[in-house]
């Protein structure tokens, strides 16, 4: 056979660890063919860790380099271990086959070389690419089977969880056990606890940093949306999740309450939070107080050298913030006060709270598989707008209801008759917390002159 210019190119599914070992293998292999054969290798193309199928997520970087070698020409044939390796969906194996037979480019693999302008070589290799695929799709049911059956059973899957550790059988090798990982777990336990107590995500956050407490993943450093992350798991309450979905209590040990786990879950997915980074806020009602107009968020100003409250958007209202936290300390430290606040706490049943919970998550699972189908090609833009508002709205309306049950540790904390003594312990970002808790603050206008506060042109409306 006369001599060509040989692209090697070698793929492995399963690399996590990145040791290279199968695709070297592969090399060595297709190096010997071309030895064999005669042919020059003028380039050798790796993906590692990296799939074939149509199912696959993660790009491959040098299957894309080799369709731009074939396309331009000066490769004479294409070497791989086996079919497989190429791809593992006919969809692919034709765009494959017609470019190497418009390129008038060999493929070789398993010891045999193929010419795909031939129909008997176009024939042999598309029953290859068959198998291939017949056996990736096998591999996935095995995979779903394999899923569906410890979802089932409680089991854990998949990456070991921070805050977890694995004990598995020493004689197989298997899996036995998910339990408290005695460096991590602490750290989960204290993010959730200082959450509950008030504190902000990038605080906690910015506190691991300062302390060299190690990250998740092996992540440089803390981020608050890490922080978030395990602070709304349901794998650290001890419930096995699917698709977004709780379906069940699992086998291994909670690291959170679950009644605590739902707090904050409906804490840190409110809406209301995104406007506004509490961490970094350093003035008890910015983005709390709204103004009376037109339902702005307030922001501070300095109106003629005095620090002021004012509306966001128009410079609709504006108000003292010495005068205004002050009133709203006041009414928050009355309200906590009263003999009967822990009547004002029930009003809804722990039950009615743990469904409206769960309803939440149930709908924000089923959207995020609808944007999943979305990004397959499998769900039209107008298809998923349609579903998308619909799913919201029952997301917002359930949320609702689960934030009229959530109430944060540090209000709790703080109710009974030492309730000022305790507002005068809080932290700014615990102040912010629970006064969003309790109330809604919308500042009206004043009369033309008006000079002094007045307290009854502050509403305020209890949660």
């Known amino acids: 056979m006369e001599t060509r210019r040989a692209v090697i190119y070698t793929r492995v599914s399963r690399d996590p660890h990145g040791r290279g070992r199968s695709v070297a293998e592969q090399e060595r292999e297709c190096r010997a063919e071309c030895q064999r054969h005669g042919w020059d290798v003028v380039e050798v193309l790796q993906d590692n860790d990296r799939g074939a199928s149509r199912w ?13 070698l074939l396309v331009t ?55 290859d690419s068959l198998v291939a695929e017949k056996s990736a799709e096998e591999t996935r ?30 004689a197989t090798g298997e899996s036995v056990a998910q339990v408290p990982d005695e460096q991590t777990a602490p750290v989960v336990q204290e993010i959730a606890r200082r959450l509950l107590a008030g504190e902000a995500l990038y605080a906690v956050a910015s506190d691991l940093n300062a302390r060299g407490v190690p990250a998740p993943r092996g ?6 949306t890490q922080v978030k992350r395990l602070a709304i798991s349901p794998t650290n309450a001890g419930l096995r999740s699917h698709l977004g979905e709780i379906t069940g209590p699992a086998k291994w040990p909670a690291l959170i309450g679950e009644a605590d786990h739902r707090i904050l879950v409906a804490k840190l ?24 107009v037109c339902g702005a968020p307030c922001r501070r100003i300095k109106n003629r050298n005095t620090p002021s409250y004012s509306c966001g958007r128009n410079f609709c209202v504006v108000r003292s913030q010495v005068h205004l936290d002050d009133f709203v300390a006041q009414v928050v430290v009355a309200r906590l006060s009263r003999p009967d606040v822990w009547e004002l706490f029930t009003g809804i049943e722990d039950t009615e709270a743990a469904e409206a919970a769960e309803q939440v998550r149930i709908l924000r699972g089923r959207l995020t598989a609808f944007y999943d189908q979305a990004a397959e ?16 709205d029952q997301i917002k309306a359930a949320e609702r209801q689960a934030r009229s049950w959530d109430i944060p540790t540090v209000v ?3 109710a009974g008759p030492d309730a000022a003594m305790a507002w005068e312990a809080l932290s700014t970002p615990q102040r912010r917390e629970v006064v969003r808790a309790l109330l809604v603050l919308r500042v009206l206008r004043t009369g033309k002159g008006t000079r002094f506060f007045d307290p009854d042109r502050i509403e305020i409306v209890w949660r």
């Open 56 to 68: 696959s997520r993660k790009d491959r970087p040098a299957y894309h380099r080799l369709s731009e």
């Open 73 to 127: 020409g000066g490769v004479g044939v294409l070497v791989t271990w086996e079919a497989s390796r190429a791809h593992r969906d006919l969809a692919a194996y034709v765009q494959l086959r017609d470019l190497c037979a418009e390129r008038g480019v060999l493929w070789s693999y398993s010891g045999r070389v193929y010419d795909l302008a031939r129909g008997d070589d176009r024939f042999s290799t598309g029953l």
């Open 141 to 170: 049911e095995r995979v779903l089977r394999a899923v569906r059956a410890n979802v089932e059973a409680g089991r854990p899957h998949g990456k070991v969880p921070y805050g977890y550790r694995r004990e598995h059988d020493p």
């Open 219 to 224: 992540a440089p450093a803390w981020h608050p």
């Open 269 to 292: 997915t409110d809406p209301a939070r995104k406007s506004w980074r509490d961490g970094s806020v350093k003035h008890l009602l910015v983005g709390i107080a709204e103004c009376g």
């Open 377 to 392: 090609g499998k769900l039209t833009p107008t298809g998923l707008a349609r579903i998308e508002a619909r799913l919201l």
């Open 412 to 414: 709790t904390d703080m």
